[in-house]
């Protein structure tokens, strides 16, 4: 069974990561989301808030799992039983980063593949640090997020729309 890692932080899941998600779909038989606590980020919603809004936004996806991550990539891939990790490129920025990652985790583990697709063009501007900006600001996040999301941010956020 081919089993893809998406790792994350999903702070929060975007219409963009439901892309990758059912991009992966395509080519895997399973995708394990995998929500992270961000190393170096101070998250917007707690890691229990974040695996809930992921298990909500893909409850249809019945070849799709959710579980918290920590510690190394490689080795949770692993303990997970799969065999290969999702990463997006939505532009050349992001791809510097990516491969240097790919090839640490290659180095650390050859029998794990990285792959990286690309979202549609719909969604190439869309990350979550945006997201939440826009919602910090009183702008409208629909359609850039899943419905339980987009009533998250409105509430942290301190605003409220029709």
Known sequence: ?????????????????????????????????????????????????????????????????????????????KEAGANAIIRGLRAVSDFEYEFQMALMNRRLDGSIETVFLMPSKDHTYLNSTVVKEVARLGGDVSGLVPEKVERALRDRAGFARD
Do not use: C, N, Q, W
């Open 1 to 77: 069974m081919r089993t893809a890692f998406y790792p994350g932080t999903f702070d929060p899941i975007t219409t963009g990561h439901l892309d990758l998600i059912e991009r992966a779909l395509r080519l895997f038989d399973r995708v394990i989301v995998a929500v992270g606590t961000g190393r170096d980020k101070v998250p917007m919603f707690s890691r229990e808030a974040r695996i809930e809004f992921v298990e909500d936004a893909v409850k249809d996806l019945s070849r799709v799992s959710v579980r918290p991550f920590d510690g190394l990539l490689v080795d949770a891939v």
